[in-house]
């Protein structure tokens, strides 16, 4: 290994703190583009004067997506082929812009903060890597693309298709989503489908309806019932009916009402068995003169942890071992660009970023000292992949 990336991080880890605080200050739930955008304008400044050329794929409704590529990146400047090293991060958070949850602050041991590891604390990892291996002189000669995206919070709806494309050119993705308490970064994730169901009833005033009153929220009371009884979490089935709405008053019989259903599961077969249950659930009413209609409103595939990601993570752990830092495999239960990724076939491996907990809530905190243990190991592995790394399932042993 050079010593000159591990001396370049060692004695800019105060302005990897720096650049935190300045991406967390930044108020940038998925909702609020102009939010979202000024973090995309502090990774620009961040990677000034480095190696790399910078794309904006502009949006109207999210942030802007970046894009930044090295000059030996293929798919750029009419090169062709698939060995870029891919490496993704969401610049959006979960919490709205009217939040109470704003902020930068840190102890001794941890830093607390909306997005401190979902994923800020994920970017600022890539940034200071990068920038270590330009400061080695490095950087030009690898083949890595740095895409930061808008939406991921939302199911990236306006990413996936770069997300795909970027992975056309790719032999590996890496993600730094957060890493876990023990040092687990991600081989496998479970698969995620999204429905809204809409049910349709009769009008009518609450005074004079009987027992076979048409109402809509009581069928679709009946239909959550019977989807929540779908949950088996000994084979990794989840169904959560999350949000409902219906009704126009307390003396009126509902005439709509419809709810948001997220599903997981750990295989397609099981995504595909949980979609017919759930079609059937929805197609028999309960109540008579009710109607049920079910749309999807997101998707994304299982992340399989495949042979490819599994080689990918060793290439990891091996570069762990030499630097002293924890490195433990893991399956997740929640989704990310990850299971995008993977679902073209490209090796990935997720979990990159620093270990931290309570992501999504206003405990959220990153531990202190993984931050510049994940820019060591991201540095180092983007190094050894850069090499002739084979990562096909088939060449595996």
């Given at each position: 290994m050079s010593s000159t990336w591990q001396h370049f991080l060692t004695e800019h880890e105060p302005d990897m703190f720096d650049l935190l605080r300045e991406l967390v200050c930044i108020q940038s739930g998925t909702g609020n583009k102009t939010g979202v955008d000024l973090v995309g304008k502090a990774i620009g400044k961040a990677l000034e004067g480095l190696p790399l050329t910078w794309s904006t794929i502009a949006q109207d409704r999210y942030g802007d997506h970046l894009v930044f590529s090295t000059p030996a990146a293929e798919c750029n400047n009419g090169k062709k082929g698939k060995q870029n090293i891919l490496i993704t991060g969401h610049m959006d958070t979960v919490f709205p812009e009217d939040?109470?949850?704003?902020?930068?602050h840190e102890d001794k041991h941890k830093v607390y903060g909306p997005g401190v590891i979902d994923m800020k604390g994920g970017l600022v990892t890539t940034i200071f890597a990068v920038k270590a291996l330009a400061a080695s002189g490095h950087l030009a000669d690898l083949p890595v693309v740095l895409f930061f995206n808008s939406d991921e919070e939302i199911g990236s709806p306006s990413s996936i298709p770069v997300l795909q494309k970027l992975a056309a050119c790719s032999k590996a993705a890496l993600v730094t989503e957060c890493g876990g308490l023990q040092g687990e970064v991600v081989t496998g994730r479970r698969g995620k489908c999204g429905y809204r169901l809409e049910v349709t009833g009769r009008a009518g005033h609450?005074?004079?309806?009987g027992r076979s009153k048409a109402s809509s929220i009581l069928e679709l009371a009946h239909k959550t019932i019977a989807l929540e009884a779908l949950n088996d979490l000994k084979s990794g089935l989840v169904v959560n009916v999350g949000k409902v709405e219906g009704g126009i008053g307390p003396n009126t019989?509902?005439?709509?009402?419809?709810?948001?259903?997220d599903t997981r599961y750990t295989s397609e077969a099981d995504g595909i068995s949980l979609r017919q249950e759930i079609e059937q659930i929805c197609k028999e009413p309960v109540q008579e003169g009710t109607a049920t209609s079910l749309s999807i409103t997101n998707e994304r595939p299982v992340m399989v942890p495949s042979g490819r990601n599994k080689k990918l993570y060793r290439i990891f752990k091996d570069q762990a071992d030499l630097?002293?830092?924890?490195?433990l495999e893991e399956f997740r239960p929640g989704v990310s660009d990850a299971n995008t990724l993977a679902g073209t076939g490209l090796a990935v491996l997720d979990g990159l970023g620093p270990v931290g907990e309570h992501d999504h809530s206003s405990k959220e905190y990153m531990i202190k000292d993984s931050l510049p243990q994940r820019c060591r190991l991201l540095a180092a592995s983007i190094l050894e992949l850069s090499g002739p790394?084979?990562?096909s399932e088939k060449k595996l042993p």
């Open positions: 939040t109470d949850f704003n902020g930068y609450a005074a004079f309806a019989v509902a005439e709509h009402a419809a709810a948001l259903i630097l002293k830092i924890p490195v790394v084979v990562l």
